[in-house]
């Protein structure tokens, strides 16, 4: 039995996906798996349950009590203070011990932000010692980043590194990156185990999270708001939008201005997964009528037309992974640029 210990030198790097993939390529080899997450800051919780884990839980089936796969939830300001506290790692060891029983690796889902803060990363190293664990950083790729402080921070984690992971990179420069990552990080001794493309079916958000983030009332077809939106388009601004320029994205969001039925109507001509209508204007009822008979949700939000946009492309940039929809391709992602076989030899679990 081993621990895989998944940290990230910043915040929404991917460190929930690549448990999910890497649990699911072990268990297609036949080996059981398990999950810990130690910490979860509570913005991240519904009802006092962390909901990567669940998702964690639920992709790879597993059968941990739901009480065994976050051990902390606690408020962001509190969570250095809970890392110096005495009785933290004597009950993550407890823990561990439990759900690592019968299993062939246990997945620890460790804590981000690593680039921001000393203390992070020195408490990594402390439950990396404790659960003498395997160690994967997740970096998502935003140049310019300090490579050096990066490779600097792997070392300290010496022999228990597997190695670093760049995620999100523009496809348009995939080979060039991976060349120079290879290359930067070869010269130090730290593997590269995967640098991997962005793409746009894992940026993607529901529109029950979109209402969420803007704190938009559902004004219609609320049983499609599990649906994803991968794209936003504004048009409110464009005098002439009709459908000719709606037709440019798929799976996209609207934002325009209540007070525009013409744009509405131009956008749910088209592939439209929801509307956002800006200012506070509730729609025209016949507005309302074709989005009821098309399935599309209409989100009324009272910031203007700019500020709901750049809500939106927060919200994208900061998606969580915990869909369904996104197993797939992130399968496809991994088994084409992720290095599996370095880490199952390095996990070993190599015959």
Aim: with cysteine; charged share 20%; glycine share 8%.
């Amino acid at each position: 039995m081993v621990a895989l210990y998944m940290i990230s030198w910043g915040e929404a790097a991917g460190k929930t996906a690549l448990c999910v993939g890497t649990g699911q390529y072990l268990q297609d080899k036949g080996k059981k798996v398990a999950y810990l997450k130690p910490l979860s800051v509570a913005p991240q919780s519904i009802g006092g349950i962390d909901e990567d884990s669940q998702f964690v839980k639920q992709a790879l089936e597993l059968e941990e009590p739901k009480g065994t796969l976050c051990l902390n939830l606690v408020p962001g300001q509190t969570l250095k203070a809970r890392l110096a506290e005495d009785d933290f790692y004597h009950p993550l060891r407890q823990a561990y011990n439990q759900v690592a029983q019968d299993v062939d690796v246990v997945l620890v889902e460790g804590l981000g932000g690593l680039g921001q803060d000393l203390d992070m990363a020195l408490a990594s190293q402390q439950i990396v010692e404790i659960l003498d664990a395997k160690v994967i950083l997740v970096v998502r790729y935003s140049p310019p980043l300090p490579w050096a402080m990066i490779a600097s921070t792997c070392e300290r984690f010496g022999k228990h590194l597997l190695g670093i992971v760049i995620n999100q990179v523009p496809k348009a420069g995939i080979e060039s990156a991976s060349r120079g990552m290879i290359s930067l990080f070869g010269r130090e001794g730290i593997e590269v185990l995967g640098v991997l493309p962005e793409e746009r079916k894992l940026l993607t958000v529901s529109i029950a999270e979109l209402a969420e983030h803007l704190e938009a009332a559902i004004l219609c077809c609320a049983e499609a708001s599990s649906e994803l939106v991968e794209n936003v388009m504004l048009g409110a601004l464009c005098v002439d939008s009709g459908a000719d320029y709606f037709e440019r994205k798929a799976g996209k969001v609207v934002v325009t201005r209540g007070e525009r039925p013409d744009i509405q109507l131009a956008a749910l001509a088209t592939s439209t997964k929801c509307l956002v209508l800006t200012g506070n204007v509730p729609p025209l009822p016949q507005v309302l009528y074709w989005a009821q008979d098309k399935g599309v949700p209409i989100l009324l939000a009272k910031q203007d037309t700019l500020a709901v946009e750049e809500k939106i492309e927060q919200a994208l940039v900061e998606s969580r992974f915990r869909q369904p929809k996104k197993l797939n391709p992130l399968k496809e992602i991994l088994g084409q640029y992720f290095d599996f076989a370095t880490l199952y030899h390095g996990l070993g679990l190599a015959s």
